[in-house]
């Protein structure tokens, strides 16, 4: 069983198995999952394409007991749970699904975003050294803003790290909105309600990836004076930071 559409013409004759295979830069790649960079007629575009994953990992799909991220279903599905609720993404253009009983291909492609920095590279990177202590608050707000809606809206992202968050540089200048894109939907799930372990998580991993690369002072008074609810964070603070000590630990062992 195929599923397969476009929102733009210029995919409409293009084949699923044209597409799937595209060739281009590969940005990042795991075991069932890759993330391409390509030119099509002149626009460059990303591609992220799925495979099947292990035979135990299929059965357990079936059965229930794991999440399916082995495919973009839910990639695509979140595409449309986020632009209902505000949070900016890049924008979806294509997306296919060919179905078999052990073996899934899928992908989901979307446009380019122009002159953009993942904001642990805006973070870390010298050449944005002055950028970063002139925007770095602005940064914060925005980022604990998208933060808000995700929460408030029952759904958790499970990757919520720096690098998901994609800073458009040519927005800096704008007062009134500097635009941040999410990125990387395979795990996210909207739930009636979010548990107080899932959001600890959360905010761990994010306030992880703010100690290696941010500024975590900046981040955490910014967080205290923004968040939604702010007895949670007061509650909660030692949960937190231990996820965010876990995870720090886990990648200085993973990189030392």
């Not at 690098?163 to 990125?183: E, G, P, Q, R, T």
């Amino acid at each position: 069983m195929l599923n397969f559409y476009s929102n733009i013409k210029s995919f409409e004759d293009v084949s699923f198995d044209e597409l799937f295979n595209v060739k281009g830069n590969i940005v990042r790649s795991s075991k069932n999952r890759e993330t391409v960079e390509f030119l099509f007629k002149n626009k460059k575009y990303f591609i992220k394409r799925f495979s099947k994953g292990s035979v135990f990992q299929n059965l357990l799909n079936k059965l229930g007991i794991l999440k399916d991220i082995s495919n973009a279903v839910n990639e695509h599905s979140a595409y449309e749970i986020l632009q209902d609720i505000g949070i900016e993404t890049p924008k979806l253009v294509c997306y296919g699904n060919e179905k078999k009983i052990w073996n899934n291909r899928s992908f989901v492609i979307s446009e380019e975003i122009k002159n953009f920095e993942q904001l642990d590279f805006f973070f870390s990177k010298k050449k944005y050294q002055k950028d970063k202590k002139n925007y770095q608050d602005r940064i914060y707000k925005k980022v604990v803003h998208i933060i808000n809606k995700l929460h408030q809206n029952g759904i958790v992202h499970h990757d919520l790290y720096l690098c998901h968050f994609l800073l458009d540089l040519n927005s800096l200048d704008n007062k009134k909105n500097i635009k941040i894109y999410l990125i990387d939907f395979h795990r996210l799930e909207k739930k009636t309600k979010v548990s107080s372990k899932w959001i600890s998580k959360e905010l761990g991993d994010l306030l992880f990836s703010i100690k290696f690369f941010g500024n975590e002072d900046r981040f955490q008074k910014i967080l205290k004076t923004n968040y939604f609810n702010k007895n949670f964070l007061e509650n909660h603070k030692m949960d937190i930071h231990e996820r965010a000590t876990l995870m720090l630990k886990k990648y200085k062992n993973k990189y030392a």
